[in-house]
């Protein structure tokens, strides 16, 4: 069973250029979560998809978007790149089971903004 | 607001030994999680243990154990016969309304 699964690992762009980070989540788990992890820090919760529709939201702005498919993967979009959006990208897929939420975290996606 | 806070960025232990990493949080809500994740070098975050705050009783998981005080607002991790292993960055994590919230970190440091 494969876990959680992301593409690319390591991307580098250029302010102001667009980037589409993608992930696959753990077989059978319906909601995808992303967060940004700043180079030393704790990761901060960007937002999160349940059926298709963003269901939480943190305090990220609007160049910040996403899409659940029908299969449950995911899509980070973040638009008008800033040098401040370099960082790690993880997504995390949680499934509910018996009243527990279980959360399992891809590996992540480095992205470099220059 | 929801907030948690881990006030030891790193620490070092002795393999074979114990240690304990403290976090405190703060939140409003009776009905919350809280977990620590490990984040080696590898960059994947692994769950180490969790607790559900309805529940007095302190969660074990072989040799990690929680101190759980939930009127302080307090829930540590310890340790016990670490190994070199248990390297890593930990966090403190607290879920309530969908949302986790991460604390930013100890680096934990396993000396042979």
């Known amino acids: 069973d494969a876990g959680v699964t992301q593409s690319p690992t390591h991307l580098i762009k250029t302010r102001g250029q667009q980037v589409t980070l993608r992930c696959s989540p753990k077989?059978?788990?319906?909601?995808v979560s992303w967060y940004q992890q700043a180079l030393g820090q704790g990761p901060q919760f960007i937002f999160q998809?349940?059926?298709?529709?963003?269901?939480q939201r943190g305090n990220f702005p609007d160049r910040f978007s996403g899409h659940q498919f029908p299969n449950y993967s995911s899509e980070l979009n973040v638009n008008a790149l800033l040098l401040g959006d370099s960082a790690l990208y993880l997504c995390?897929?949680?499934?509910?089971?018996?009243?527990?939420?279980?959360?399992?975290f891809g590996a992540g996606t480095r992205l470099s903004v220059l | 607001a929801q907030t948690v806070t881990q006030s030891q960025p790193e620490m070092s232990v002795q393999e074979a030994e114990t240690v304990t990493l403290s976090c405190t949080y703060d939140?409003?809500?009776?009905?919350?999680?809280l977990f620590w994740y490990k984040q080696p070098p590898s960059r994947q975050m692994i769950l180490v243990i969790r607790?559900?705050?309805?529940?007095?009783q302190n969660a074990t998981e072989n040799r990690f154990s929680v101190n759980f005080q939930k009127a302080a607002k307090s829930f540590s991790l310890k340790i016990s016969d670490s190994q070199l292993g248990d390297a890593a960055m930990y966090f403190c994590?607290?879920?309530?309304?969908?949302?986790?919230?991460f604390g930013s970190g100890t680096k934990l440091n396993v000396k042979p």
């Open positions: 077989s059978g788990h319906d909601t």
């Open positions: 994590t607290l879920y309530n309304f969908n949302k986790f919230y």
């Open positions: 998809y349940y059926e298709e529709e963003e269901r």
């Open positions: 995390a897929s949680t499934l509910w089971v018996l009243a527990k939420n279980i959360q399992y």
């Open positions: 939140t409003s809500e009776s009905d919350y999680y």
């Open positions: 607790q559900e705050a309805y529940k007095q």
